[in-house]
T-cell receptor, first 118, second 118 residues
Framework: AQSVAQPEDQVNVAEGNPLTVKCTYS??????LFWYVQYPNRGLQFLLK??????LVKGSYGFEAEFNKSQTSFHLKKPSALVSDSALYFC????????????????FGKGTKLSVIP | DSGVTQTPKHLITATGQRVTLRCSPR?????VYWYQQSLDQGLQFLIQ???????AKGNILERFSAQQFPDLHSELNLSSLELGDSALYFC?????????????????FGPGTRLTVL
């Protein structure tokens, strides 16, 4: 079974400082990893994904994520936080195609609330 | 805007009632996924349809059912509603033509339907 852990319920960071939102995963085979963001009363917006290739993935709104296979982590980062980045962030994992998994839906972490303080 | 539409945005109903949630996927997407977001369970996968056929089931109650129509829109039917069914229900779509239901394509989420059961 696949699982995702987001160890921090909340992350506070000052505007202009770098931010990191942590995610670790467990899945059989090579993982497909995703980050989504949810603003209040809105749906989930796709930020970025790792399928294969370079361990540093760049996404929307200046976000990037670093895949670390040995540590089974996929931390979300941004060099300089904006107040408008304040939202709920979800890490998700799915098994790769043809891995023998029963299904290929996303399994989400519990979410991390990011607050960027002016 | 993800291109996935969901109606209605809000739904308030009483215990024991039946409701239908509707989802229109992005143009060309063949897969539709339904997820439930609640405070205690987080984001959970319910069911996936691909080109009209059920492909995967998650933690979906027997009181819930779904279908995908020839025009690819999908409906989630919730019956004998209980207080605990109150949640945000998301639809997501992926899998452009040719990608198959195992596609690596990103899932794009709709704005959700907030269901309140009184």
């Amino acid at each position: 079974a696949q699982s995702v852990a987001q160890p921090e319920d909340q992350v506070n960071v000052a505007e202009g400082n770098p931010l990191t939102v942590k995610c670790t995963y467990s899945v059989s085979g090579n993982p497909y990893l995703f980050w989504y963001v949810q603003y209040p009363n809105r749906g989930l917006q796709f930020l970025l994904k790792y399928i294969t290739g370079d361990n540093l993935v760049k996404g929307s709104y200046g976000f990037e994520a670093e895949f670390n296979k040995s540590q089974t982590s996929f931390h979300l980062k941004k060099p300089s936080a904006l107040v408008s980045d304040s939202a709920l962030y979800f890490c998700a994992v799915r098994p790769p195609p043809y891995s023998g998994a029963g299904s290929y839906q996303l399994t989400f972490g519990k979410g991390t609330k990011l607050s960027v303080i002016p | 805007d993800s291109g996935v539409t969901q109606t209605p945005k809000h739904l308030i109903t009483a215990t024991g009632q039946r409701v239908t949630l509707r989802c229109s996927p992005r143009s060309g997407d063949l897969s539709v996924y339904w997820y439930q977001q609640s405070l205690d369970q987080g984001l959970q996968f319910l069911i996936q349809y691909y080109n009209g056929e059920e492909r995967a089931k998650g933690n979906i109650l027997e009181r819930f059912s779904a279908q995908q129509f020839p025009d690819l829109h999908s409906e989630l039917n919730l019956s004998s509603l209980e207080l605990g069914d109150s949640a945000l229900y998301f639809c997501a779509s992926s899998g452009l033509v040719g990608g198959g239901y195992l596609s690596t394509d990103t899932q794009y989420f709709g704005p959700g339907t907030r269901l309140t059961v009184l």
